[in-house]
């Protein structure tokens, strides 16, 4: 489905089954969309998507897709029209690990109610109804973290004023040395 992969879920096994709505998300997001103006397809998106699997070479998490097209959706937007089928995909991946589920699957919700781009209103919604799991407390995250960091030609972190070098545990260069917390 995506033209460029990364790989790092790939080794995902194919589900057997169909994606699930988590219990109580669609009603959760409906409610939590009351009175948000920009919700333009609020009274349509419970009865009008459709789950289905990513690939597992997908680098997403999850994707929505209105099977009208951009012409037509921004159209529907406009006047307030009913968006039309509506597509969201999960990758399989998401099954190791229930609370990033329900937050991706809210998360591509809002989009198919009419949060289409990414903001802080969407934000805001997203962690009311179903907020992101900590890296702590995801193995999926963990996983993804591990990946990117493995791929990395910068392994570990030298300080230029104490000589102190520590392994790289974070996708951003640190700021200031863990040791003497003089600037990098």
């Known amino acids: 489905m995506a033209g460029k992969t990364s790989g790092f879920l790939a080794d995902t096994p194919e589900p057997e089954g169909h994606p699930y709505i988590p219990?109580?998300?669609v009603e959760d997001v409906i409610q939590a969309l009351s009175g948000e103006v920009d919700a333009v397809f609020r009274p349509w998106v419970a009865d009008r998507f459709t789950l289905e699997w990513l690939e597992v070479s997908d680098d997403r998490l999850g994707m929505t897709r209105f099977d009208e097209g951009s012409?037509?959706?921004v159209r529907r937007r406009k006047l307030r029209l009913d968006p039309g089928p509506i597509t969201i995909g999960l990758h399989p991946a998401l099954l190791e690990d229930e609370a990033l589920y329900k937050h991706t699957f809210v998360h591509e919700l809002l989009h198919a109610a009419g949060l289409t781009i990414?903001?802080?209103k969407h934000d805001k919604l997203v962690s009311k109804v179903a907020p992101a799991p900590s890296l702590k407390e995801s193995p999926l995250l963990?996983?993804?973290r591990d990946a990117v960091l493995g791929n990395q030609t910068v392994q570990s972190w030298t300080c230029a004023h104490c000589g102190f070098e520590?392994?790289?545990r974070?996708?951003?260069k640190p700021k200031r040395c863990v040791k003497c917390a003089r600037p990098l």
Do not use: I, P, Q
């Open 71 to 73: 012409n037509e959706l």
């Open 142 to 144: 963990r996983k993804m």
């Open 166 to 168: 520590w392994k790289r």
């Open 170 to 172: 974070t996708v951003r």
């Open 118 to 120: 990414h903001s802080k």
């Open 23 to 25: 219990a109580g998300s």
